[in-house]
């Protein structure tokens, strides 16, 4: 299996910082790397996909970059709908793996 | 865009069988392309995959849980289900339903607690 990690695993950040969260793959998988959103009680919604495409209807201060075994989500100004946990999924190879996930509360 | 909604039993006793139905509405599960997928997530804890089936009936299953795991597709009733046998404490979770399609997972529905339990 392909295992992902997370870095940091939570973060305290303040609205209008820019944040990044980072993803690594335990082997290459090119840019078969998704990113989700999840807030407490609710199902994971689709952020970016194939790394850096962005997910319709997201805010366009989401994006991704990355390729091979590191990525990276980035928000480019954080807003209160955004504290959550952000998890990357990897889709290169079944079994489709994520990783352990990136709280982020508010400072 | 379709919509899915998870059902079953919230409460499953040791060792039995766990059985959950995913409706989809807004959509016929035969005139889709999708990968119709169970995901599940223990209370606290991260995500998991355990499997998907595409309408031909093709499937792949988390190896993890590949010989206590089945899912199926029923086109007549526009549903699609998960069964897990042999249940612990370790399969207490929120079990999600999922399309994928493009190797993404794009509806998710709203997610069903099951916990495993005497």
């Known amino acids: 299996d392909i295992q992902m990690t997370q870095s940091p695993s939570s973060l305290s950040a303040s609205v209008g910082d820019r944040v990044t969260i980072s993803c690594r793959a335990s082997q290459s998988i090119s840019t078969s790397l998704n990113w989700y959103q999840q807030k407490p009680g609710k199902a994971p919604k689709l952020l970016i996909y194939v790394a850096s495409s962005l997910q319709s209807g997201v805010p366009s201060r989401f994006s991704g970059s990355g390729s091979g075994t590191d990525f990276t989500l980035a928000i480019s100004s954080l807003q209160p709908e955004d504290f959550a946990t952000y998890y990357c999924?990897?889709?290169?190879?079944?079994?489709?793996?994520f990783g352990p996930g990136t709280k982020v509360d508010i400072k | 865009q379709v919509q899915l909604q998870e059902s079953g039993p919230g409460l499953v006793k040791p060792s039995q069988t766990l059985s959950l139905t995913c409706t989809v509405s807004?959509?016929?599960?035969?005139?889709?392309?999708?990968?119709w997928s169970w995901i599940r997530q223990p209370a606290g804890k991260g995500l998991e995959w355990i499997g998907r089936?595409?309408?031909?009936?093709?499937?792949n299953y988390n190896p993890s849980l590949n010989s206590r795991v089945t899912i199926s597709v029923d086109t007549s009733k526009n549903h699609f289900s998960l069964k897990l046998r042999s249940v612990t404490a370790a399969d207490t979770a929120v079990y999600y339903c999922a399309t994928q399609q493009q190797l993404v997972f794009g509806n998710w529905g709203q997610g069903i607690l099951v916990t495993v339990s005497s």
């Open positions: 999924q990897q889709s290169y190879i079944t079994p489709f793996t």
């Open positions: 807004g959509g016929s599960i035969s005139g889709t392309s999708y990968y």
């Open positions: 089936m595409y309408t031909t009936g093709s499937s």
